[in-house]
T-cell receptor, first 113, second 110 residues
Framework: NAGVMQNPRHLVRRRGQEARLRCSPMKGHSHVYWYRQLPEEGLKFMVYLQKENIIDESGMPKERFSAEFPKEGPSILRIQQVVRGDSAAYFC???????????FGDGTRLSIL | TQLLEQSPQFLSIQEGENLTVYCNSSSVFSSLQWYRQEPGEGPVLLVTVVTGGEVKKLKRLTFQFGDARKDSSLHITAAQPGDTGLYLCAGENAGNMLTFGGGTRLMVKP
């Protein structure tokens, strides 16, 4: 099953550490999206990337958060100096192109101690 | 800021009952998707509606997109325990990002 693969599934970090979340899109998909889901809430858009380009990062916090989708390898969502409020499930989705259905991975659950 | 409001937030019904979940916005969307999410998993796409007034059926599930493309509904006929889960609507705009509603958590009791 070549679906969207996210790893790790669970990540525990202490306050001040860095968190790196990885996402491999479905085969043939070149558009990647990151969403965050806080407990008991819906998903909130963070960033939209194509290969080597950030298309829309309007949902990304201005500090500590960054994302990339290199020519080779998975997309990375990086959170520096994590705080308790970063605890959430982070979902990646991919699509074949613009205005195409987005297919989601099973998420990375980030817990900050 | 585009917002999508889902109602009800929680719904607990008996097996065999019918139910409708609503998704409303003051904004127009180019398309609207319905997803279902199980605990510990990602949302799974159920349907995409694009045209105002469009109705799509998926077995016992009926999805409708409002004429003005601002609202949508999901109707489940003769609910089964296997329908239990979190149902999410998401509107898509020209920028490709999805705006999600807060979700409806459905429990169907046997």
């Amino acid at each position: 099953n070549a679906g969207v693969m996210q790893n790790p599934r669970h990540l525990v970090r202490r306050r001040g550490q860095e968190a790196r979340l990885r996402c491999s899109p479905m085969k043939g998909h070149s558009h990647v999206y990151w969403y965050r889901q806080l407990p008991e809430e819906g998903l909130k858009f963070m960033v939209y990337l194509q290969k080597e380009n950030i298309i829309d990062e309007s949902g990304m916090p201005k500090e500590r958060f960054s994302a990339e989708f290199p020519k080779e390898g998975p997309s990375i969502l990086r959170i520096q100096q994590v705080v308790r409020g970063d605890s959430a499930a982070y979902f990646c989705a991919s699509s074949q192109g613009q205005n195409q259905p987005q297919h989601f991975g099973d998420g990375t659950r980030l817990s900050i101690l | 800021t585009q917002l999508l409001e889902q109602s009800p937030q929680f719904l607990s019904i008996q097996e065999g009952e019918n139910l409708t979940v609503y998704c409303n916005s003051s904004s127009v969307f180019s398309s609207l998707q319905w997803y279902r999410q199980e605990p510990g998993e990602g949302p799974v796409l159920l349907v995409t509606v694009v045209t105002g007034g469009e109705v799509k059926k998926l077995k016992r599930l009926t999805f409708q997109f409002g004429d003005a493309r601002k609202d949508s509904s999901l109707h489940i006929t003769a609910a089964q325990p296997g329908d239990t889960g979190l149902y999410l609507c998401a509107g898509e705009n020209a920028g490709n990002m999805l705006t999600f509603g807060g979700g409806t958590r459905l429990m169907v009791k046997p």
